[in-house]
């Protein structure tokens, strides 16, 4: 047997796929029910962990979204005694800009939508932050994809988190050999850090959301474009390690219009409808992955979160607002001869 058949996709640790099976099950492995594939690994412990996640109908971008963020906020509990006075971060998903493929990025309307939500709870100060893994030019990106604008309509500051000053802080996660991260020092000050993704496939990590989108706040200037030393040091790992630090406080998903197929960059248009908030970001993207119609325990950094980041089992998340099943939209995937490419590559 070859040695590379053992190796692990998508995975930190136990729970993902090795090269073999992902060659074997091919797209099946990532499809939900009706489909025979081989039994997850079980998960870790998620004894004691509870999450609340919410789904709000969002079926356009031209809707009252800030209400729908607001009744989210409400609904897991955020009160205006824990935002009044508070530096909010934003952290939306903004990795690279194509002529008609808004659906790439985060809409801007959603950020200016949770920035509002935020300004009724009295927060001091709300700012956007991005450090974009493809294209070192973060203003040129801001300005086409529309975000420059509309930010500086609703008043809202940006910060290019590639090129801010950094320090350097312990790896409270332990799943890489990164060593300790390098993060910018506005991410270090903000009261409140709100991921703020696209709901996506993505062709190396299965899905990227709320988790995968905390890339964006390490520094280019030490990471590299794309980010190349977290994709050394192992995907799943690295997104894991990151979320174990830097600790975010909220997920807010961009769910009107997600992407399928080839994610996070050459995928097609998904209309879904909805925003998916939560405190917990494993949670969350174990709640989108199930609203994509796919399956959780087939993520690698999803499993291997359960019990030490936060709870995915279904039963373990008490789901508010919309019910997964009116919303739920299968995504299309990477066909089962792409996947084996990226396996023998």
Not at 131 to 150: F, I, N, P
Not at 169 to 186: A, C, Q, Y
Not at 277 to 293: E, Q
Request: charged letters at 20%; proline letters at 5%; hydrophobic letters at 40%.
């Amino acid at each position: 047997m070859d040695s590379r058949d053992q190796t692990v996709v998508h995975s930190a640790g136990g729970g993902g796929l090795s090269r073999r099976e992902v060659i074997g099950l091919g797209a099946a492995a990532l499809l939900g029910g009706g489909i025979a594939v081989v039994l997850p690994r079980i998960t870790r412990n998620e004894r004691g962990r509870r999450a609340d996640v919410f789904i709000g109908k969002a079926p356009t971008y031209d809707g009252n979204l800030c209400n729908v963020v607001g009744d989210g906020l409400t609904t897991l509990g955020v009160s205006r005694e824990q935002v009044r006075g508070k530096r909010i971060l934003l952290k939306p998903n903004l990795v690279e800009t194509t002529q008609g493929h808004a659906h790439i990025n985060t809409n801007p309307a959603v950020i200016v939508a949770i920035a509002e939500a935020f300004r009724r709870l009295d927060a001091a100060e709300i700012l956007v932050a991005e450090g974009q893994g493809h294209r070192r030019d973060s203003w040129l990106v801001l300005d086409e994809s529309g975000m420059g604008a509309a930010l500086e309509e609703a008043g809202l500051p940006f910060v290019d988190l590639n090129h801010d000053d950094f320090a350097a802080v312990p790896n409270d996660g332990g799943w890489s050999e990164l060593g300790p991260l390098h993060l910018p020092k506005t991410l270090l000050n903000a009261d409140w850090i709100v991921s703020v993704p696209k709901l996506k496939t993505h062709h190396w990590a299965g899905v990227t959301c709320a988790m995968k989108n905390l890339f964006g706040v390490m520094p280019g200037v030490v990471y590299g474009w794309p980010k190349n030393v977290l994709h050394y040091a192992g995907i799943a790992k690295s997104i894991l390690d990151i979320n174990a630090t830097v600790k975010p406080h909220l997920a807010i998903v961009d769910g009107v219009v997600g992407m399928e197929g080839d994610g996070p960059i050459m995928g097609t248009p998904k209309q879904v409808g909805c925003i998916v908030m939560g405190r917990n970001l494993p949670a969350v993207d174990a709640t989108c992955v199930r609203l994509m119609d796919l399956n959780p325990y087939r993520i690698g950094y999803l499993t291997e979160a359960s019990g030490r980041l936060g709870p995915i089992h279904e039963e373990h998340i008490a789901q508010c607002g919309e019910p997964i099943a009116s919303l739920r939209t299968r995504f299309a995937i990477l066909s089962a001869e792409h996947l084996k490419d990226v396996a023998a590559g």
